[in-house]
């Protein structure tokens, strides 16, 4: 299932093409530099996004990495491994975003 962006995302990618088209570039020019598999590099993106407490981007790379084919139980041990890092409130809120995202899907 292909994820749809966001409403936002896509008012300002219109509005500022040029600038989203090199964005785009760059997240393809990062990912072909190396050898990790897409649902390693989404699991990846998906954790930097709770580190950083950004729910929108919690439920953008937890549909991003569902959509490239990793499991609940991916996802979730994924935030579990940020527990000694970023600590159990920022992992506990992280889930919870998750959860909107996965509820979704039943």
């Known amino acids: 299932m292909a994820t749809i962006p966001p409403e936002k995302y896509r008012e300002q990618k219109q509005r500022y093409p040029a600038l989203f088209a090199s964005l785009e570039l760059l997240g393809a020019s990062a990912k072909g530099a190396g050898q990790i598999d ?17 729910e929108g981007a919690v ?21 579990l491994l940020l527990t000694s890092t970023i600590g159990l409130p920022g992992v506990m809120a992280a889930m919870s975003w998750t959860d909107d995202v996965l509820a979704e899907e039943y």
């Not at 897409?38 to 950004?54: M, N, Y």
């Not at 439920?59 to 935030?79: F, N, P, Q, S, V």
């Open 59 to 79: 439920h953008c790379y937890t549909r991003r990495a569902r959509d490239t084919g990793a499991g609940a139980d991916e996802i979730y041990h994924t935030l």
């Open 38 to 54: 897409e649902i390693t590099a989404r699991l990846v993106q998906f954790a930097a996004s709770a580190a950083i407490r950004s």
